[in-house]
């Protein structure tokens, strides 16, 4: 059994160095679509509550919701804003991993959720 949950994410970007109309900013829309898939949980019916899925989702995107994505020796990563790095840095790879892969974080969130079933 699968649940699904979509978010929409827009955001701005150039390719630095490239020749052609891409090298302008420029935005987009994104659709991210999640599925979980695993045995169904008889307390809500379902393999995961749909909201609790775009809940973590959104605790990883939100910062990357109206963002300016730019490379890392693109002169306009002087405007990055809150500490964070270019997309394709090192720093946000980390931060997405112990985020969405493990993580004291990821932990709480699994026990929170976890404890709530039992409940159930």
């Not at 994104?30 to 509550?49: A, H, K």
Request: proline fraction near 2%.
């Amino acid at each position: 059994m699968r649940s699904f949950t979509t978010l929409d994410l827009q955001y701005a970007h150039r390719f630095y160095g490239f020749k052609g109309e891409a090298q302008y900013l420029h935005g987009h829309t994104g659709v991210l679509t999640i599925e979980v898939e695993d045995t169904v949980n008889t307390g809500v019916n379902m393999v995961f509550p749909c909201n609790e899925i775009q809940k973590t989702a959104w605790d990883v995107l939100q910062n990357f919701d109206h963002a300016l994505v730019l490379r890392e020796d693109d002169p306009l990563s002087l405007i990055q804003r809150n500490g964070l790095k270019a997309i394709d840095s090192k720093e946000t790879h980390q931060q997405i991993v112990d985020i969405m892969e493990g993580g004291y974080e990821a932990f709480k969130r699994r026990n929170v959720i976890y404890s709530t079933w039992e409940k159930n």
